[in-house]
């Protein structure tokens, strides 16, 4: 047998080659290098579902907001640097709301997702599910709420949501609810104060709620840039801006919250409790966001759980 001969390549022979092993590299994500315009907590929670960036643009509120640590305040975080795609979010104002998948096919190349919520929609258990529920029926909240505990396909405790279409004309952006049990995570209130500024000024930010009183605002303005881009700058709107904000603090830790529709869309997507919960909790949380919201500004209701089929709820 003859000697191996050595390869010899020209410049731009090695050029192709270099260009190959760069673009190799490339396509390996490096979880640690990602989110770092997000605050820790927020980034630590996307890495460890191992959610890329440009899955955030086609996954709806609910499918973000049931990852294990991130709540409402933090979805505002994301969302402001990862906006939603408009062909999906267009889908949910046409008909159904629609999930990520439907949009997207999910990619195969890349490290398997912890979380498979996109890998197996025509799973036995899933398909099994969707069989129960009747697309062309409304059926009434209690209905709904026994029909999504019982197509839950997941085995931890999911989060139930309710997604609203609301009326574009009415222009509806915000409501105050008291929920009667508690739906999620307990949030994290705080009142402004001179020791607070200086947490944020360290970058340490271990608030959902920030409440202020009127005088304390013009110390606040300049705080503005790092706390409005996470929807945590205090507004009167939303009620944090308050004379009396001690009292704030304990109807906000008592349940009561700001549900907000999405910036470019007459959509709401509001976490109502868990499966879990007893029925008529459930049954009592949706009725007490149905009244904050009113009847007369939500053209159709769904119901979900994590993972498993809507459920259309007559109002």
Do not use: C
């Not at 001179?194 to 303005?221: Q, R, S, V, Y």
């Not at 507004?235 to 009396?244: D, H, I, L, Q, Y």
């Not at 029925?279 to 993972?307: C, D, H, Q, Y």
């Amino acid at each position: 047998m003859g000697k191996k001969k050595d390869v010899v390549m020209d410049a731009s022979q090695e050029a192709v080659v270099s260009e190959k092993k760069v673009a190799k590299k490339k396509s390996m994500t490096i979880w640690e290098e990602l989110y770092t315009d997000l605050a820790p907590h927020v980034a630590e929670a996307l890495r460890g579902a191992r959610v890329k960036p440009e899955q955030l643009a086609t996954m709806a509120d609910g499918e973000i907001t049931s990852i294990e640590g991130i709540n409402d305040t933090a979805l505002e975080e994301i969302r402001a640097k990862y906006p939603a795609d408009v062909a999906a979010e267009a889908a949910k104002v046409e008909g159904e709301i629609v999930t990520a998948d439907e949009v997207k096919e999910e990619k195969k190349a890349g490290p398997k997702p912890a979380n498979h919520r996109h890998l197996y929609r025509h799973g036995k258990a899933i398909m099994a599910a969707k069989s129960k529920v009747d697309r062309t029926k409304f059926y009434s909240v209690e209905e709904a709420v026994k029909l999504v505990k019982a197509t839950n396909t997941t085995k931890f405790d999911a989060t139930v949501t309710l997604h609203l279409n609301l009326n574009p004309k009415e222009k509806l952006t915000r409501a105050e609810v008291t929920f009667p049990h508690m739906a999620g995570a307990a949030k994290r209130v705080a009142i402004v104060s001179d020791e607070l500024l200086k947490d944020i000024d360290a970058g340490k930010i271990e608030f959902d709620i920030l409440l202020t009183t009127p005088a304390f605002m013009p110390k606040l303005a300049k705080y503005a840039r790092v706390l409005g881009p996470k929807g945590l700058m205090p507004n009167p709107k939303s009620g944090t801006v308050t004379p009396n904000p001690e009292a704030k603090a304990k109807e906000f830790a008592g349940g009561k919250t700001v549900v907000k529709a999405e910036p470019k869309f007459p959509l709401m997507h509001i976490t109502v409790g868990k499966v879990g919960q007893k029925p008529e909790e459930l049954v009592a949380n949706i009725m007490a966001l149905v009244e904050a919201v009113k009847r007369k500004n939500i053209t159709k209701a769904v119901l979900a759980a994590t993972m498993s089929p809507g459920v259309k709820v007559q109002l």
